[in-house]
C-alpha cells in the first residue's frame, strides 16, 4: 500500500530563510509523487511533480524537490522564503494506473516570520 | 487555461437533508474524483469513476453517497441524508489518460456545512 508521511504539521521560518518540508513515501513500486499547496480558504493547488523523468524537479514560485530513492523522500523546498508562502502544503502520491487514487499527506502549515 | 469549477462555493444544510455537489471536470478529461477535507485534518479520497461507473471507492463512500455523470460536462456527489460528520471541504478532480498526464486537477472545493 502507499502512503506518505510528512514529518512536521507546522514549520515556522524567517523571511528570506531557508525552506525545508519533509516529505517521506512508501510504496512497493516508483511512484508518482506530488506538492500541492493549498492557500487559507482556497483549493489545491499543484506546486510539482515526479514522473521519473529526472529526480530534481522545478515546480512554481521557486519551489523544487528532490527524489532520493534510497531515502525513500521527496523533500520540498525554497532557497529564500517569501511572505506569500505562508500556506499549507500537502505532499501526496498516486500509483500508475489512470484511475488511480491521490493519497495524501497530513499537511504542513508553513508560517513566514517577518 | 482550463480549469475545474465547483457549485456551490459553500452550502449549509440541515441534517438528514439531501444534498448535490456539482462540478465541471476540464472537457477532455476522462477520470473523475471526489475528495473530502474535514476541518483541520489531511485530504481524503471518496471515490474515483470513469466511463460511467465507480472504478474504486473509499470506506467512508457508503450508501449515503452516490456519483453521477449525468450529461457530458457535469459531475456530482450526492449525499442522501447528511450527518453532521458530513461537514467537510469537497473537492471535485479531474485527469487524462495517465499517459497524456498523470496530475489530477483539482477544483476550489464546496464548503459544506451539515446544521
Known amino acids: 500500500a502507499q502512503s506518505v508521511t510528512q514529518l512536521g504539521s507546522h514549520v515556522s521560518v524567517s523571511e528570506g530563510a531557508l525552506v525545508l518540508l519533509r516529505c517521506n513515501y512508501s510504496s512497493s513500486v516508483p511512484p508518482y509523487l506530488f506538492w500541492y499547496v493549498q492557500y487559507p480558504n482556497q483549493g489545491l493547488q499543484l506546486l510539482l511533480k515526479y514522473t521519473s523523468a529526472a529526480t530534481l524537479v522545478k515546480g512554481i514560485n521557486g519551489f523544487e524537490a528532490e527524489f532520493k530513492k534510497s531515502e525513500t523522500s521527496f523533500h520540498l523546498t525554497k532557497p529564500s522564503a517569501h511572505m506569500s508562502d505562508a500556506a499549507e502544503y500537502f505532499c501526496a502520491v498516486r500509483g500508475y494506473s489512470s484511475a488511480s487514487k491521490i493519497i495524501f499527506g497530513s499537511g504542513t502549515r508553513l508560517s513566514i516570520r517577518p | ?115
Request: charged share 20%.
Open chain 2, 1 to 115: 487555461e482550463p480549469e475545474v469549477t465547483q457549485t456551490p462555493s459553500h452550502q449549509v444544510t440541515q441534517m438528514g437533508q439531501e444534498v448535490i455537489l456539482r462540478c465541471v471536470p476540464i472537457s477532455n478529461h476522462l477520470y473523475f474524483y471526489w475528495y473530502r477535507q474535514i476541518l483541520g485534518q489531511k485530504v481524503e479520497f471518496l471515490v474515483s469513476f470513469y466511463n460511467n461507473e465507480i472504478s474504486e471507492k473509499s470506506e467512508i463512500f457508503d450508501d449515503q453517497f452516490s456519483v453521477e455523470r449525468p450529461d457530458g460536462s457535469n459531475f456530482t456527489l450526492k449525499i442522501r441524508s447528511t450527518k453532521l460528520e458530513d461537514s467537510a471541504m469537497y473537492f471535485c478532480a479531474s485527469s487524462p489518460p495517465r499517459l497524456v498526464d498523470e496530475t489530477q486537477y483539482f477544483g476550489p472545493g464546496t464548503r459544506l456545512l451539515v446544521l
